[in-house]
């Protein structure tokens, strides 16, 4: 009821946000605001990732799988985590799946109204 094609936005979309606002700042970090910026860069990179699991199956998997990967890209030169970002989204963008346009508002609100009947 709840997932839509609103992972798009909501995953890829501001992974390529961040990933924009990266390239407009550059490499010039203090090495304390680098390696938040390399933890932030591989949530971007995850995040996209299990969007396109989310929107291409209809479920996610929480585990990370691929962390040396990950931690990989944090490591790299801005430039080329950029790069990176542009590849990924445009493996991203084209995801083809069933999932609705927007979410079964209707059933969430019966579901929730049940649930507070029930337990409230």
Do not use: W
Not at 16 to 22: F, Y
Not at 37 to 48: G, N, P, V, Y
Not at 49 to 54: M, P, S
């Amino acid at each position: 009821m709840f997932l839509s094609k609103t992972v798009y936005k909501s995953c890829g979309g501001y992974a390529r946000a961040q990933a924009q606002r990266l390239k407009n700042r550059g490499d010039s970090f203090s090495s304390d605001t680098r390696n938040r910026t390399a933890k932030h860069d591989r949530h971007c990179f995850r995040l996209m990732r299990q969007g396109a699991e989310l929107l291409q199956t209809g479920t996610m998997t929480l585990k990370v799988t691929n962390r040396e990967e990950l931690f990989a890209l944090g490591e790299m030169p801005v430039d080329q985590i950029i790069e990176r970002f542009e590849e990924d989204f445009g493996r991203f963008d084209p995801v083809e799946t069933n999932v609705p346009d927007v979410p079964n508002l209707d059933g969430i609100n019966t579901m929730l109204l049940e649930i507070r009947e029930t337990y409230g």
